[in-house]
């Protein structure tokens, strides 16, 4: 800087500070020394853990860093897989190892031979389902997949799928082999042993439906506060009969309706009608008594979420 001219406060202040800084590492390094020389002067001990240890100041500590989050790859389901390739299997053939089909099939199973179906095969491939996944190893899978034809016959496929370790890829690795389909497992006794007359509860459950899936009237009026269901749209069915309503408490039988609070549970057999014909139908339904009259307080037949909360699992209704 010229001699006679005065430095601005500006510059002043940025020099003062690394005048400090400065002064402050000189004086890290002179309680250094001093430290080593001290060691000297003690021995051979003191120098040794004085040249290990180091000064106190030398090293900033390490941030803190969070440990990675692992998680465990989910296996994949190979079942869609299985049934994409069955279905383009069984509609392909050798014959015509360029169709479409076919090279769908070949692109799943490279190492897989098609089929040849004899010329002026009568029953045709109706649609394909898969049934069953069974995971043999972290890689191997066994899939069955029921084939169903336009003559109604049903045969069962059991497919092997090969997955990588991230569950992204597949391969059929083998030509499928066909198995016995599975056994009909032993439905438990049901729950709904009482026996509900006609009466209150019966044309409760019975107005309802009839408005849940024909559309005539506000399905809102039979529903409990804090119940939320939309009616099926666009109605189904142009007139709902009850049959036959079972219930779990025995509450449910008595032919008037119960104290307010009183909670059942009922298993309703109905029938509707459209313009093709009649169609049997089954609902579970909880119904809850309000101001001497039942209401439907959960649909339990279905999707989760249509029950009142803490009772059925559903959703209370923001607006009520």
Same mark, same amino acid.
């Given at each position: 800087?010229?001699?006679?001219?005065? !430095?601005?406060?500006?510059?002043?202040?940025?020099?003062?500070?690394?005048?400090?800084?400065?002064?402050?590492?000189? #004086?890290?390094?002179?309680?250094?020394?001093?430290?080593?020389?001290?060691?000297?002067?003690?021995?051979?001990?003191?120098?040794?853990?004085?040249?290990?240890?180091?000064?106190?100041?030398?090293?900033?500590?390490?941030?803190?860093?969070?440990?990675?989050?692992?998680? /465990? /790859?989910?296996?994949?389901?190979?079942?869609?897989?299985?049934?994409?390739?069955?279905?383009?299997?069984?509609?392909?053939? !050798?014959?015509? /190892?360029?169709?479409?089909?076919? =090279?769908?099939?070949?692109?799943?199973?490279?190492?897989?031979?098609?089929?040849?179906? +004899?010329?002026?095969?009568?029953?045709?491939?109706?649609?394909?389902? !898969?049934?069953?996944?069974?995971? =043999?190893?972290? @890689?191997?899978?066994?899939?069955?997949?029921?084939?169903?034809?336009?003559?109604?016959? *049903?045969?069962? $496929?059991?497919?092997?799928?090969?997955?990588?370790? +991230?569950?992204?890829?597949?391969?059929?690795? +083998?030509?499928?082999?066909?198995? !016995?389909?599975? +056994?009909?497992?032993?439905?438990?006794?049901? &729950?709904?042993?009482?026996?509900?007359?006609?009466?209150?509860?019966?044309?409760?459950?019975?107005? $309802?439906?009839?408005?849940?899936?024909?559309?005539?009237?506000?399905?809102?009026?039979?529903?409990?506060?804090?119940?939320?269901?939309?009616?099926?749209?666009? &109605?189904?069915?142009?007139?709902?009969?009850?049959?036959?309503? @079972?219930?779990?408490?025995?509450?449910?039988?008595?032919?008037?309706?119960?104290?307010?609070?009183?909670?059942? #549970?009922?298993?309703?057999?109905?029938?509707?009608?459209?313009?093709?014909?009649?169609?049997?139908?089954?609902?579970?339904? /909880?119904?809850?008594?309000?101001?001497?009259?039942?209401?439907?307080?959960?649909?339990?037949?279905?999707?989760?979420?249509?029950? *009142?909360?803490?009772?059925?699992?559903?959703?209370?209704?923001?607006?009520?």
């Amino acid at each position: 800087m010229p001699r006679g001219k005065k !430095a601005s406060p500006s510059e002043a202040v940025p020099a003062i500070a690394a005048g400090v800084e400065l002064e402050k590492m000189r #004086r890290r390094v002179r309680l250094s020394r001093l430290a080593l020389f001290t060691a000297i002067a003690a021995g051979p001990v003191a120098l040794a853990v004085a040249v290990t240890s180091g000064p106190a100041t030398a090293e900033a500590a390490a941030p803190h860093r969070p440990a990675p989050v692992r998680t /465990a /790859a989910v296996a994949a389901d190979p079942a869609g897989y299985a049934q994409v390739f069955i279905d383009a299997w069984l509609r392909s053939s !050798a014959d015509e /190892a360029g169709s479409a089909q076919a =090279r769908l099939a070949q692109s799943l199973a490279p190492d897989v031979a098609l089929p040849d179906p +004899a010329a002026g095969a009568q029953s045709k491939l109706r649609s394909v389902t !898969a049934v069953r996944s069974v995971q =043999r190893d972290g @890689s191997a899978w066994a899939v069955t997949v029921a084939a169903q034809y336009t003559d109604s016959t *049903v045969r069962y $496929f059991a497919v092997p799928v090969a997955t990588d370790r +991230a569950g992204v890829s597949f391969a059929v690795t +083998a030509a499928p082999g066909v198995v !016995a389909g599975p +056994a009909r497992a032993e439905a438990k006794q049901s &729950a709904y042993s009482v026996s509900v007359p006609e009466g209150g509860l019966s044309a409760a459950v019975g107005e $309802f439906l009839a408005t849940y899936l024909t559309g005539a009237g506000e399905v809102g009026r039979y529903l409990a506060p804090g119940l939320e269901l939309s009616p099926v749209s666009p &109605a189904p069915y142009t007139a709902v009969k009850v049959q036959q309503v @079972s219930a779990v408490e025995e509450a449910a039988a008595d032919g008037q309706v119960p104290a307010d609070g009183t909670k059942v #549970r009922v298993l309703v057999q109905a029938e509707a009608q459209d313009g093709s014909g009649r169609w049997p139908l089954a609902y579970e339904l /909880a119904l809850t008594v309000r101001s001497g009259r039942w209401e439907i307080s959960a649909l339990e037949s279905g999707s989760a979420g249509q029950g *009142v909360p803490g009772e059925h699992g559903g959703q209370r209704d923001p607006r009520r």
